[in-house]
């Protein structure tokens, strides 16, 4: 069964940083896209940002631009997001989302620049507060 399992989410200053990972299985992780998308209380899902499957195509959304860094490691099955200069603002759910489409999961998608998005983890929880 496919899996992705978000970490790395917790409690920051206003200014602070957190680093966001998740590690994937039971899919050929290295072959598809990945995202960072996250929902605030209250508020609609947003797309924060995408890697393509080789790395080379990054884009992210106005909102955490020249703040935040996707990365991944294909050998580790793993996406990152580097969180920097965190704001109020940023204080949501973050899940990471895949453009593989998984078989006997419930999932939820999502529109990202690349296509859409299917994301079925529990997410991590960002808050940020001084």
């Known amino acids: 069964e496919a899996q992705l399992v978000e970490d790395g989410g917790g409690l920051a200053q206003p200014g602070g940083s957190l680093m966001l990972s998740c590690r994937a299985s039971?899919?050929?992780?290295?072959?598809?896209?990945l995202s960072w998308v996250r929902q605030a209380p209250g508020k609609g899902l947003e797309w924060v940002s995408i890697?393509?499957?080789?790395?080379?195509?990054?884009k992210y959304a106005d909102s955490v631009k020249g703040r935040f860094t996707i990365s991944r490691d294909n050998a580790k099955n793993a996406v990152y997001l580097q969180m920097n200069s965190l704001k109020t603002e940023d204080q949501a759910v973050y899940f990471c989302?895949?453009?593989?489409?998984?078989?006997?999961?419930?999932?939820?998608?999502?529109?990202?620049?690349?296509?859409?998005?299917?994301?079925w983890g529990q997410g991590t929880q960002v808050a940020v507060s001084s």
């Open positions: 890697i393509s499957s080789s790395g080379s195509l990054i």
């Open positions: 039971g899919f050929t992780f290295r072959n598809y896209g």
């Open positions: 989302a895949t453009s593989f489409r998984p078989a006997g999961v419930k999932f939820r998608s999502v529109v990202t620049p690349f296509g859409t998005h299917n994301y």
